[in-house]
C-alpha cells in the first residue's frame, strides 16, 4: 500500500506474455500460409532478401553495435559472408558465433546459421555498412545484402570515436558533456522499436487493463453504478452496455487529450499531476467516496440526470452526455495513480516528438481501464446481488481501501508520522467495525470469531504503529524502528548523505567533471511530492546508503522550472521529478537502471549495483 | 519454428497483421521505380553469351547462375538432362557472380573458354565442382577438365571488354526482373525462381512452346 509498483518493469513483463501468445498464433497461420507453396511442388516464392534475414541494430554504450539476424524458416544465412566496413571500405572486425555445419556434396563445409545469429560489431566511427548473404534452402541464394548503418552517436569519453547524431530513439542518446544514456528511454520507446505503433498501442492497452485491478480505478466503480442506477432502476444489458461504454470511452478520450496537451503545451504533466493541489485534491476525493461507502450519505448523480435516465427512450442524449461527462472527470481522479505508464508516454512525446501516438497511446491506456468497468456495466446490475448485509459489507471494504488511498496519497504531503498515524486510525477504525472488540457468547460460532481475531490483529497493529508514529517513526512496516537505539550505521559517518544540487547543464557538467567513479543524479524539486517520500523514506535507509556509497550523488534541483531546468530535464532524457539516472564511472548510463516515481529500497540498491 | 524469441514471434505476427497490406504497397511502389525492363532479344540472343544445347532450338531456357551457388550446381545435372532430352532447347547460361571473387574468376575462365570452343566442357567441369570454390580450386578443376588455364585467362584478356560487358548487362538484366537470386530462369516468358526439378522445366517448356 505503501510502495508503489516500479511498472515498467513488472507490467512489461506482465504484458509481453499474453502479447505473445496472440502473436505467436498468428506466426503459425504465417507459417501454415507459406507452406501452401508447396502445393505447386515447388518451393514457396523467395522473399525478400531484407524479410528472409531481418537484421536488427542494437548500438551499445560503449559505441558498438549488436547485429541480429532473425532468419525466416527455410532460411539461412553464411557465417563467412557476413562482413562490416566502414564507409571508406576499411573492414572492421565482426565477432560471429560459430554455425550449423551444412552437410551437402554441393555445398561443402561451410557455417551456416538457420533460425538467426548475433554478431558483435566493433566501435567505429561514421556510418558502417554491413553485408549479409544467405539462401532459401533448396531454393535460392540471394546475392550479398549492404545496409548502410547510421552513425552512433558515441561516448565523449576520452578513446571514443567522433560523434554524429542519431534520431533513432532506439540508439543510445548522447550529449556533449559526454554522460549517455542507455537506449531504452521508455517502454514506449521499446515497443515502438520491436513492433511499431500498433504494438505500442497494444502494449498500453494492456497497461490500463492491469492497471484495472489498482485501487486507483476502485472508485470508478461505484461511479458507474450511481450512474446505471440512479434511480429504482432495470438497467438492461444494452443500456448498461451503452452507458459504461460512453463512460470509457470518454474516460479514454480524457487521457488522450492529456497527452495531446503535455505535447503541444511542451510542459510537464508530471508537474501539474504531482503538485500538491492536486494530489491533496484527489486525496480529499477519496474520502468524500469512503464517506459514502459507509452510508453516510448516498451518492446521487445531478437531478437532472437522473431524470432524463428513468425516462427512458427520452433525453437518450443528455444521459450519455452525463456519463461522458463523469468519465472524462474520472481519468483525472486517476491521474496521479497512473504517474509511470504516464512518464513512459510523455518521455516518448517528448523525444519523438509524436504527439499523435502518445496521445493514442493514453487513449488506449484508458480504454484498456475501461474493460472492467464495461463489463461490470453490461452485466453488473444483473449478477450482482441487489442489496442485502453482504452488499453493505463489500461497500465498507471498498470505504477502507479509498480511505487509505486517501492516506497513501496523503502521505506524500504530510510528515512521515502524522501518516503513521492516519494509518493507525484507520486500522483501528477497521478493527472495531470488523468486531475487534465485540463480545463473543460461549455458543459463538466460528464466523465471529474469525472476525473477532481479524479485528484484535488489525487493532493490536494500529496501537504498534500509533506508538510508532508517537515516538517519530514514518514506515507502518517497521513502526516500532524509532524505539531501536540508534545503531552505529557501518561506514556512513553522519545522518545526511551529501548530494551536490545543480540546477542547469553546465554545472551538472562541472559536478560530473569532479568525480572519477560512478553517479547518481537523482531528479527533485519542491513542488514534486513523491520526491519528498523518497527523501524521507529511501536516502536515511541504511541499505540504499551501503549501494550507494563511493558514488557521487547530484541532485538536478528543478525547483525553479524554467529553460535551464527544461534542458536539464532533457538533457538526462527525463520527464521530470522523480528520476533516478545512474551513471557508471565512464559517464554510461546501465541499462535497465533508471528508476521513474517512488521506487523501493531494493529497487535502488539493484539499480546502485549496476554502475559498480 | 524451434527457435521462437520474442523477436520472431513479434515480427511474425505483425507481418501477419498488416503483411498484406504492406505487400501490396511495395508491389506497387516497385513497380513504379523499376526500370525498363530488357527486351526477349536482349535476354536470350546476347550475342556474347554462349548458347548450349541446340542453338537452332524453339525454346530458350535462360539460367542466371553462379559457379558457387549450391542449387544452380545440384540443380544442373536435372538441366542438362532435360534440355539433351527435349532437343530442341537453346540453353543460355547467364553468369551472375553473386558470391563474390571466385565466382568471378571462374566466369572469366569459363568465358575465356567459350573463345577457344570449349565453353561446355568448361562449364560442366566447374558446374560439377563441390562447396565453394578458390582460386586454386577452380584453376586445378580446370586443367583436371584438360583445359589450359593460361591459355583461358589470355583468351577473357584479349576480349575483356566484350566479357566485362556481357557480365554487366547479365547484372543489369537480374536487377530490371528483380531476380531475387540464383537460380533463377526465365523459359518462354515466364521468370521461375530457384530451383527447378524435372517436371517443372518440362512443364515451363511446354508451356512456352504453347
Same mark, same amino acid.
Given at each position: 500500500?505503501?510502495?508503489?509498483?516500479?511498472? &515498467?518493469?513488472?507490467?512489461?513483463?506482465?504484458?509481453?506474455?499474453?502479447?505473445?501468445?496472440?502473436?505467436?498464433?498468428?506466426?503459425?497461420?504465417?507459417?501454415?500460409?507459406?507452406?501452401?507453396?508447396?502445393?505447386?511442388?515447388?518451393?514457396?516464392?523467395?522473399?525478400?532478401?531484407?524479410?528472409?534475414?531481418?537484421?536488427?541494430?542494437?548500438?551499445?554504450?560503449?559505441?558498438?553495435?549488436?547485429?541480429?539476424?532473425?532468419?525466416?524458416?527455410?532460411?539461412?544465412?553464411?557465417?563467412?559472408?557476413?562482413?562490416?566496413?566502414?564507409?571508406?571500405?576499411?573492414?572492421?572486425?565482426?565477432?560471429?558465433?560459430?554455425?550449423?555445419?551444412?552437410?551437402?556434396?554441393?555445398?561443402?563445409?561451410?557455417?551456416?546459421?538457420?533460425?538467426?545469429?548475433?554478431?558483435?560489431? @566493433?566501435?567505429?566511427?561514421?556510418?558502417?555498412? +554491413?553485408?549479409?548473404?544467405?539462401?532459401?534452402?533448396?531454393?535460392?541464394?540471394?546475392?550479398?545484402?549492404?545496409?548502410?548503418?547510421?552513425?552512433?552517436?558515441?561516448?565523449?569519453?576520452?578513446?571514443?570515436?567522433?560523434?554524429?547524431?542519431?534520431?533513432? &530513439?532506439?540508439?543510445?542518446?548522447?550529449?556533449?558533456?559526454?554522460?549517455?544514456? $542507455?537506449?531504452?528511454?521508455?517502454?514506449?520507446?521499446?515497443?515502438?522499436?520491436?513492433?511499431?505503433?500498433?504494438?505500442?498501442?497494444?502494449?498500453?492497452?494492456?497497461?490500463?487493463?492491469?492497471?484495472?485491478?489498482?485501487?486507483?480505478?476502485?472508485?470508478?466503480?461505484?461511479? =458507474?453504478?450511481?450512474?446505471?442506477?440512479?434511480?429504482?432502476?432495470?438497467?438492461?444489458?444494452?443500456?448498461?452496455?451503452?452507458?459504461?461504454?460512453?463512460?470509457?470511452?470518454?474516460?479514454?478520450?480524457?487521457?488522450?487529450?492529456?497527452?495531446?496537451?503535455?505535447?503541444?503545451?511542451?510542459?510537464?504533466?508530471?508537474?501539474?499531476?504531482? *503538485?500538491?493541489? $492536486?494530489?491533496?485534491?484527489?486525496? +480529499?476525493?477519496?474520502?468524500?467516496?469512503?464517506?459514502?461507502?459507509? #452510508?453516510?450519505?448516498?451518492? %446521487? =448523480?445531478?437531478?437532472?440526470?437522473?431524470?432524463?435516465?428513468?425516462?427512458?427512450?427520452?433525453?437518450? #442524449?443528455? !444521459?450519455?452526455?452525463?456519463?461522458?461527462?463523469?468519465?472524462?472527470?474520472?481519468?483525472?481522479?486517476?491521474? &496521479?495513480?497512473?504517474?509511470?505508464?504516464?512518464?513512459?508516454?510523455?518521455?516518448?512525446?517528448?523525444?519523438?516528438?509524436?504527439?499523435?501516438?502518445?496521445?493514442?497511446?493514453?487513449?488506449?491506456?484508458?480504454?484498456?481501464?475501461?474493460?472492467?468497468?464495461?463489463?461490470?456495466?453490461?452485466?453488473?446490475?444483473?449478477?450482482?446481488?441487489?442489496?442485502?448485509?453482504?452488499?453493505?459489507?463489500?461497500?465498507?471494504?471498498?470505504?477502507?481501501?479509498?480511505?487509505?488511498?486517501?492516506?497513501?496519497?496523503?502521505?506524500?504531503?504530510?510528515?512521515?508520522?502524522?501518516?503513521?498515524?492516519?494509518?493507525?486510525?484507520?486500522?483501528?477504525?477497521?478493527?472495531?467495525?470488523? #468486531?475487534?472488540?465485540?463480545?463473543?457468547?460461549?455458543?459463538?460460532?466460528?464466523?465471529? %470469531?474469525?472476525?473477532?481475531?481479524?479485528?484484535?490483529?488489525?487493532?493490536? /497493529?494500529? +496501537?504498534?504503529? @500509533?506508538?510508532?508514529?508517537?515516538?517519530?517513526?514514518?514506515?507502518?512496516?517497521?513502526?516500532?524502528?524509532?524505539?531501536?537505539?540508534?545503531?552505529?550505521?557501518?561506514?556512513?559517518?553522519?545522518?545526511?548523505?551529501?548530494?551536490?544540487?545543480?540546477?542547469? +547543464?553546465?554545472?551538472?557538467?562541472?559536478?560530473?567533471?569532479?568525480?572519477?567513479?560512478?553517479?547518481?543524479?537523482?531528479? !527533485? /524539486?519542491?513542488?514534486?511530492?513523491?520526491?519528498?517520500?523518497?527523501?524521507?523514506?529511501?536516502?536515511?535507509?541504511?541499505?540504499?546508503?551501503?549501494?550507494?556509497?563511493?558514488?557521487?550523488?547530484?541532485?538536478?534541483?528543478?525547483?525553479?522550472?524554467?529553460?535551464?531546468?527544461?534542458?536539464?530535464?532533457?538533457?538526462?532524457?527525463?520527464?521530470?521529478?522523480?528520476?533516478?539516472?545512474?551513471?557508471?564511472?565512464? #559517464?554510461?548510463?546501465?541499462?535497465? *537502471?533508471?528508476?521513474?516515481?517512488?521506487?523501493?529500497?531494493?529497487?535502488?540498491?539493484?539499480?546502485?549495483?549496476?554502475?559498480? | 519454428?524451434?527457435?521462437?524469441?520474442?523477436? !520472431?514471434?513479434?515480427?511474425?505476427?505483425?507481418?501477419?497483421?498488416?503483411?498484406?497490406?504492406?505487400?501490396?504497397?511495395?508491389?506497387?511502389?516497385?513497380?513504379?521505380?523499376?526500370?525498363?525492363?530488357?527486351?526477349?532479344?536482349?535476354?536470350?540472343?546476347?550475342?556474347?553469351?554462349?548458347?548450349?544445347?541446340?542453338?537452332?532450338?524453339?525454346?530458350?531456357?535462360?539460367?542466371?547462375?553462379?559457379?558457387?551457388?549450391?542449387?544452380?550446381?545440384?540443380?544442373?545435372?536435372?538441366?542438362?538432362?532435360?534440355?539433351?532430352?527435349?532437343?530442341?532447347?537453346?540453353?543460355?547460361?547467364?553468369?551472375?557472380?553473386?558470391?563474390?571473387?571466385?565466382?568471378?574468376? /571462374?566466369?572469366?575462365?569459363?568465358? @575465356?573458354?567459350?573463345?577457344?570452343?570449349?565453353?561446355?566442357?568448361?562449364?560442366?567441369?566447374?558446374?560439377?565442382?563441390?562447396?565453394?570454390?578458390?582460386?586454386?580450386?577452380?584453376?586445378?578443376?580446370?586443367?583436371?577438365?584438360?583445359?589450359?588455364?593460361?591459355?583461358?585467362?589470355?583468351?577473357?584478356?584479349?576480349?575483356?571488354?566484350?566479357?566485362?560487358?556481357?557480365?554487366?548487362?547479365?547484372?543489369?538484366?537480374?536487377?530490371?526482373?528483380?531476380?531475387?537470386?540464383?537460380?533463377?530462369?526465365?523459359?518462354?516468358?515466364?521468370?521461375?525462381?530457384?530451383?527447378?526439378?524435372?517436371?517443372?522445366?518440362?512443364?515451363?517448356?511446354?508451356?512456352?512452346?504453347?
Amino acid at each position: 500500500m505503501t510502495r508503489t509498483l516500479s511498472y &515498467p518493469a513488472a507490467l512489461r513483463r506482465a504484458i509481453i506474455a499474453p502479447l505473445l501468445a496472440a502473436l505467436s498464433l498468428a506466426l503459425v497461420v504465417a507459417a501454415a500460409l507459406a507452406q501452401s507453396g508447396d502445393a505447386f511442388g515447388r518451393q514457396s516464392p523467395p522473399m525478400d532478401p531484407r524479410e528472409a534475414f531481418a537484421l536488427e541494430v542494437l548500438p551499445q554504450p560503449d559505441g558498438s553495435r549488436l547485429l541480429r539476424w532473425d532468419v525466416a524458416e527455410g532460411y539461412y544465412l553464411y557465417r563467412e559472408y557476413l562482413a562490416a566496413e566502414t564507409e571508406d571500405g576499411r573492414s572492421l572486425t565482426l565477432e560471429t558465433e560459430p554455425g550449423v555445419t551444412k552437410d551437402d556434396p554441393t555445398f561443402g563445409t561451410v557455417e551456416v546459421y538457420f533460425h538467426g545469429t548475433e554478431a558483435q560489431l @566493433g566501435a567505429a566511427e561514421g556510418p558502417v555498412r +554491413v553485408t549479409y548473404q544467405g539462401c532459401q534452402e533448396d531454393g535460392i541464394c540471394y546475392p550479398p545484402v549492404t545496409d548502410t548503418l547510421p552513425a552512433i552517436e558515441a561516448a565523449a569519453t576520452p578513446p571514443a570515436p567522433g560523434p554524429a547524431s542519431v534520431k533513432d &530513439p532506439a540508439t543510445s542518446v548522447a550529449s556533449e558533456s559526454g554522460i549517455i544514456l $542507455a537506449n531504452e528511454g521508455g517502454l514506449l520507446d521499446g515497443l515502438s522499436a520491436r513492433g511499431g505503433p500498433l504494438l505500442v498501442l497494444a502494449g498500453f492497452f494492456g497497461f490500463g487493463l492491469l492497471l484495472a485491478f489498482t485501487p486507483c480505478v476502485f472508485p470508478m466503480f461505484p461511479i =458507474l453504478a450511481g450512474l446505471l442506477a440512479g434511480q429504482d432502476g432495470t438497467v438492461g444489458a444494452r443500456r448498461g452496455a451503452l452507458l459504461s461504454g460512453t463512460y470509457v470511452l470518454a474516460m479514454a478520450a480524457a487521457f488522450g487529450l492529456l497527452g495531446l496537451i503535455a505535447a503541444w503545451s511542451g510542459q510537464n504533466l508530471q508537474v501539474a499531476l504531482q *503538485s500538491p493541489w $492536486a494530489v491533496g485534491v484527489v486525496a +480529499v476525493v477519496f474520502v468524500a467516496l469512503a464517506l459514502s461507502m459507509f #452510508g453516510l450519505y448516498e451518492m %446521487r =448523480l445531478p437531478q437532472a440526470w437522473t431524470g432524463r435516465l428513468s425516462g427512458i427512450g427520452a433525453g437518450r #442524449g443528455g !444521459t450519455l452526455g452525463g456519463a461522458a461527462a463523469l468519465g472524462f472527470t474520472s481519468a483525472l481522479i486517476m491521474g &496521479p495513480c497512473v504517474t509511470a505508464p504516464l512518464a513512459g508516454a510523455l518521455l516518448y512525446i517528448a523525444r519523438t516528438g509524436d504527439a499523435w501516438l502518445g496521445a493514442a497511446a493514453l487513449f488506449a491506456l484508458g480504454l484498456g481501464q475501461g474493460v472492467p468497468l464495461l463489463i461490470a456495466g453490461t452485466f453488473g446490475a444483473r449478477m450482482l446481488p441487489r442489496a442485502g448485509a453482504w452488499m453493505e459489507g463489500v461497500k465498507a471494504a471498498f470505504g477502507v481501501v479509498f480511505l487509505g488511498m486517501a492516506i497513501w496519497l496523503g502521505g506524500r504531503l504530510l510528515p512521515g508520522p502524522a501518516t503513521l498515524a492516519l494509518w493507525a486510525a484507520l486500522l483501528l477504525g477497521s478493527g472495531v467495525f470488523v #468486531g475487534g472488540l465485540d463480545r463473543l457468547e460461549p455458543g459463538s460460532g466460528t464466523a465471529p %470469531r474469525i472476525r473477532k481475531t481479524v479485528g484484535l490483529a488489525a487493532i493490536l /497493529a494500529a +496501537v504498534l504503529m @500509533g506508538l510508532g508514529a508517537a515516538s517519530g517513526a514514518e514506515d507502518p512496516m517497521r513502526p516500532l524502528a524509532g524505539l531501536r537505539p540508534a545503531e552505529a550505521a557501518p561506514g556512513v559517518a553522519d545522518n545526511d548523505i551529501a548530494f551536490t544540487p545543480v540546477t542547469s +547543464v553546465p554545472q551538472l557538467d562541472a559536478a560530473l567533471a569532479g568525480s572519477d567513479g560512478p553517479s547518481m543524479i537523482y531528479v !527533485t /524539486a519542491d513542488w514534486c511530492v513523491t520526491c519528498k517520500v523518497i527523501e524521507r523514506r529511501l536516502w536515511p535507509d541504511p541499505m540504499v546508503r551501503e549501494a550507494l556509497a563511493g558514488t557521487t550523488l547530484i541532485t538536478a534541483d528543478l525547483s525553479e522550472f524554467d529553460a535551464e531546468g527544461q534542458a536539464l530535464l532533457d538533457h538526462l532524457g527525463s520527464v521530470g521529478p522523480p528520476t533516478m539516472v545512474f551513471l557508471d564511472a565512464e #559517464g554510461r548510463e546501465a541499462p535497465g *537502471s533508471r528508476l521513474i516515481g517512488e521506487p523501493g529500497v531494493e529497487e535502488v540498491v539493484a539499480s546502485a549495483r549496476t554502475i559498480r | 519454428m524451434t527457435n521462437l524469441t520474442r523477436r !520472431t514471434a513479434l515480427t511474425g505476427g505483425l507481418l501477419a497483421l498488416g503483411g498484406i497490406t504492406l505487400w501490396t504497397a511495395t508491389r506497387s511502389a516497385r513497380a513504379q521505380e523499376q526500370p525498363l525492363r530488357p527486351t526477349i532479344d536482349e535476354v536470350m540472343f546476347d550475342p556474347a553469351n554462349p548458347v548450349l544445347g541446340n542453338p537452332e532450338g524453339d525454346v530458350t531456357i535462360v539460367e542466371f547462375f553462379d559457379y558457387q551457388c549450391p542449387y544452380c550446381k545440384a540443380n544442373h545435372p536435372v538441366l542438362n538432362e532435360v534440355v539433351e532430352a527435349d532437343g530442341n532447347v537453346r540453353l543460355v547460361m547467364k553468369d551472375w557472380p553473386i558470391f563474390g571473387a571466385p565466382s568471378v574468376r /571462374a566466369a572469366q575462365l569459363a568465358l @575465356g573458354a567459350a573463345s577457344l570452343d570449349s565453353y561446355l566442357t568448361a562449364n560442366d567441369a566447374l558446374m560439377a565442382t563441390e562447396g565453394r570454390l578458390d582460386d586454386t580450386l577452380i584453376e586445378e578443376t580446370l586443367a583436371e577438365a584438360g583445359l589450359d588455364v593460361a591459355a583461358l585467362d589470355a583468351a577473357y584478356g584479349e576480349n575483356r571488354d566484350k566479357w566485362d560487358g556481357l557480365l554487366t548487362r547479365n547484372g543489369a538484366q537480374a536487377a530490371a526482373f528483380q531476380l531475387r537470386g540464383t537460380p533463377a530462369f526465365i523459359i518462354g516468358t515466364v521468370i521461375y525462381p530457384g530451383a527447378m526439378d524435372k517436371a517443372g522445366l518440362e512443364n515451363a517448356i511446354a508451356m512456352a512452346r504453347g
